[in-house]
């Protein structure tokens, strides 16, 4: 698979005949507006289409009445090198994943790395590798911030001294290498945070040969940024150690997808019992021994949408804003000033559902018509997802 040829976006684009607008923030997830318009790759302005359609000529996207909402941002990956996963001997995954309405990924450690380094100097070298690599190839358009190194025991303040001064800002899942003790974790954690690296700690069974069982205690010592698959990859914790978790801290709530479900279930809910969905954010936890998943983030918001009731207007912003804030990224919010990454979706065809909303709500999975990254159309109607019941279209250059 090859890199997409560099584009440029057109200096002006207008959306319209918006069906619903969902910004991804929890404040408000749906905006009063059925048109943006897109300078440069950047939302200039959101409104009315007659309004907005007076800034002057530009490329023209009907919605059709599509829902439009920001691109998808998968927490929890493993990449390697390129669009190719080894764990699967897999090509293209992703792009894939684009066409499920990921726009925007976060390593967890780059583990499958055949002969991954475990020294201190390789497992330095290997993260500031895949930083750079990510930050100049881009599958499909899709943002992958990368080089999250694995903790090994004998790493000292300097190790992420130097990472951070090399441009890595994320450490991979605490508990995969020789790292996980509690008191261990909690020294290296408070070293990455103390330099700008934020901390994702594995949380339940062992998923890869050479990984640890971390349960609640190890989780609580260690105090990372965000609490990784807190429904396990694969193997959960007991329920009563998901809910010490829950409100022992105040760190993110990762659900995923290759995770258990009851699991990711009930944490939601008991987010929502302490009154702090913001909390919860979404990942696939792949590619792993599952596979790829293209659809992973669409599964889960069906799940805590169908199965766990919650309102759907939230579960996109726990793929979208939600993450977007605690990973400190710019994308994932439909706001002026944010990149222009967005989705347009709808009910699948021959849905109960009336809306995407509505089809969440039923279970169902939407269908993708369009995605877009930074003003750049890539990816037109999903090979992937149900065919959309709504097509938006270009209907002017």
């Known amino acids: 698979m090859h890199a997409p040829a560099a584009q440029t976006p057109p200096e002006r684009t207008l959306i319209r005949n918006i069906g619903l607008l969902l910004s991804g923030d929890l404040n408000q997830p749906l905006l009063d507006a059925d048109a943006i318009l897109v300078e440069n790759g950047v939302i200039a302005a959101i409104g009315a289409g007659r309004e907005l359609a007076d800034a002057g000529p530009a490329q023209v996207i009907d919605a059709n009445s599509s829902a439009v909402m920001p691109g998808l941002i998968d927490s929890h990956v493993h990449p390697v090198f390129g669009d190719w996963t080894p764990r699967q001997n897999q090509l293209g995954w992703i792009d894939s994943f684009l066409n499920g309405g990921v726009t925007t990924m976060i390593s967890a450690g780059e583990v499958h790395l055949p002969g991954r380094p475990k020294d201190i100097v390789g497992l330095k070298a290997l993260a500031i590798t895949a930083q750079r690599a990510f930050s100049n190839f881009r599958p499909g358009g899709v943002k992958l911030h990368a080089g999250a190194p694995i903790l090994e025991q004998g790493m000292t303040e300097q190790d992420f001294a130097d990472l951070a001064e090399a441009g890595v800002t994320l450490i991979g899942e605490v508990g995969l290498g020789t790292v996980r003790a509690g008191e261990e974790a909690q020294r290296m954690v408070g070293w990455a945070r103390k330099h700008g690296l934020q901390s994702t700690i594995h949380t339940g069974g062992p998923s890869v040969p050479g990984s640890s069982y971390i349960d609640k205690d190890v989780v609580l010592e260690a105090d ?174």
């Open 224 to 397: 990372p940024d965000i609490i990784g698959h807190i429904n396990g990859g694969h193997t959960a914790l007991p329920v009563d150690q998901i809910r010490c978790l829950c409100e022992g801290c105040q760190r993110g709530i990762e659900i995923v997808h290759n995770g258990n479900e009851r699991a990711g279930l009930y944490a939601a809910r008991a987010a929502y019992e302490l009154g702090q969905p913001d909390r919860v954010i979404l990942g696939t936890d792949s590619p792993a021994g599952s596979g790829v998943q293209p659809l992973g983030i669409l599964r889960v918001m069906a799940l805590l949408a169908g199965v766990g009731e919650l309102p759907p207007e939230h579960v996109v912003c726990f793929a979208t804003g939600n993450t977007s804030r605690m990973r400190g990224l710019d994308s994932g919010l439909i706001e002026v000033g944010r990149p222009a990454d967005l989705l347009f979706a709808a009910e699948p065809q021959h849905s109960a559902g009336g809306d995407i909303l509505q089809a969440l709500a039923m279970g169902d999975l939407p269908g993708i018509g369009m995605v877009m990254i930074d003003g750049i159309i890539r990816c037109h109607r999903s090979r992937h997802t149900p065919p959309t019941s709504r097509l938006p279209e270009v209907v002017a250059p």
